[in-house]
């Protein structure tokens, strides 16, 4: 009988035991101002990562960063040294850069970029990459970007075209020439074309120096299509002192080139660098390829809109196409 | 404000090294003439700083004059002296906020932000109003609630409430949409708060004719102050965005230059003739013929610039450069006539040169400016952009930034 009571009993310990959880998660919690400690927000920012509200994640990241120019230096460093986990270590760099971006510390952003170079994982070299994008890092790390482009792992060297590509687009607004060409010269240096590729064909070479224009145009002769296409694209936009030269390195280039899309980024490279000025060189493209008229013929008609700017001629051309 | 002001969100704030990012930014506003859309009159209740390019953070300190105070000599200071190392404030950790993280809920959220809100904590404020945008979801019930909330809340507790709203998926329901506007309207409401429930509706994809008849009705109404300035930065939004993705365009510009010509206030005027420039539609010839008597008519030498700026993107651009070369003869204010001059440029490339060269003659002061126009487009250059990143003094009558 007393094995029996025992029996009954027992499911109901869990029972109480939940309910009185339930309890004290319903009170409200006394929230309390206090001060920030590294350790602190490295717990908080451990367990949150579990939590299901990405804007408690994001309020965790922000204060991390905000917080980082008055937490002890020493510390901080000495947490990211130890820190072998790629998602906090990218907090931990987010928070050393913060500090370098704030003028509370001059050397937080080596010791961000070194590991970045060479720590033994390449998630936590990704990661610490990552940490460094949308800021100003990219004016204070030398070659980095360089040499990151040449990592042996492929997940590091996406990263760091994304972030040329990012600081460039949101930091810069793409009108910052020495940024342009740090970009420019990681997109040659890489040897890995994806990279390449996707740095040219994403990057404004509005304000890029004549040297980066020159180094483009290396490109051109590239083995890989994609290469090749994205060289193109980015020598469409470039400043007015490199127009003639890259206008006449794409005509000259149009008739030996043998793939199509190639031969579409020509046509439209050749259409940017002249505006209605073009279209005599586009008539005769045309004329060369009559598989790639239409497309001619469309940048023919939109350049005689006589806009005068190329976003709206782009725009301008897609609602032509897309016209029923 | 000028179409060239910058938006105090985008100023540095002390102390935070990000300068030549901003300026950059900063050049862009210059070329496309104006940030009317990022700008703000007053406190709306439900601002759009993301969209200003900042973090929020950022935008934040440049607000309250910046958390940081030290970082660069101040006034009284001299170039000698080595400027003093940074100070910054500290952060605010919370304790227990993982709790109320874990389990807060709709029912209970106002009781425990409270403490939060009283705080003056911005960054937990931040979230606050992400947490609330999380538990509304989907759901226009719970969305009906919160704006239920929004007629008493304080002026803290309104900016998470209307900013939460705003950033939920619930708010394109059409019945939430309905109640914002609703309350919006109401005249029993102070003007500040009519202002963030009409800003709150700028995330919208669309408007529908009897909500953008609403909007406009009430922006031109002489009473409508504050309101009427966020009821017409709301049309320009939804405006931009529906263009862009829907290529609709006419009923917002309608909507536009009937508050841009009827508005008695200065300031909403301005704002409504001068925010199509961002979305760039090309002006068909009704609209190019109301922009063209703004060009005439309109009192305000800001807002004769913005119809300038608009009319630049045309369908005919030989009636365009006729009417800016007649507009220049009879315009007094250099400004004017400055944005007149370039814009016939990038109405008609080097086919303006004649026109720009017979303002020149008519205004000495323009003739070096012709003559670098003249050998830039003698150099092979076509575009509008080129030629203006080209030109060596891009603000030759100190026009664009800050002229008020």
Redesign the interface.
Known sequence: MKRLCLLLTLPLFPLLSTNAHAAS??A??????????VR??MD?IR??LG?G????Q??LR??L???A??LPDAELRDAFARETEPVMAEHLAAALVARA????DTQSMDVVAQRALHDADPAVRAATLRAMRRT?AL?RTGDLYERMVRDESPQVRQEAATNLIEDNA???????GPAADTAVTAAVASTDPAVTARILDNLST??ISAESADRITSLLRSDDASVRKAAVNALGGV??EQ??GARESLLAMYREETDDGVRKALLQSVAQL????AIPDLQRLRAMDPRLAQEADAWIQVLGM???????LLR?KQ?LQQAP | MTPESLHRSSAPAPGRRVPKALAWLAGAALLVGGVALLSSRGGDGASSDAEAGGTAAASREAASGGRDHGGRAGAGGTHDEEPPPPRFDDAVCWRELERFDAAVTLENFRAWAAPLLASGDSLVADYLAGRLTELIGQDPGRASEVLSWARTAGPDEFDVLLTALRGSEAVHHAQVATQLLAQGMDATLDGGRRAGLLSALDTQKRFEPAALDTLTSFAKDPVSGEAGWAATRTIARVMKRDFEAKGNAAPYMDALLTIGTESPDEQIRYLALSTPMHATPVLDERTRAQYAKVLTQEGSPDGREAAAHNLSISGDNQQVLELFAQAFAREKETCVRWALFRFAARASGREALPVMANMAMADPRFQPIYQIFEQLYASGLHDFVRLWNSLPDQDPFGCLVGHD
């Open positions: 998660a319903d409200r919690p006394a929230l309390r101002a206090s001060t920030c400690s602190g927000l908080d367990r949150g939590s509200s990405p804007s408690y994001r309020y922000t204060l960063r905000e917080a120019v008055t971006e704030r003028e509370a100003g004016e949101h930091v810069y607004a793409g009108q910052y509005e304000k400043p007015a127009m003639q002249g505006f209605e000025g006589g806009l005068q700017e190329w976003s709206l301008e609602r």
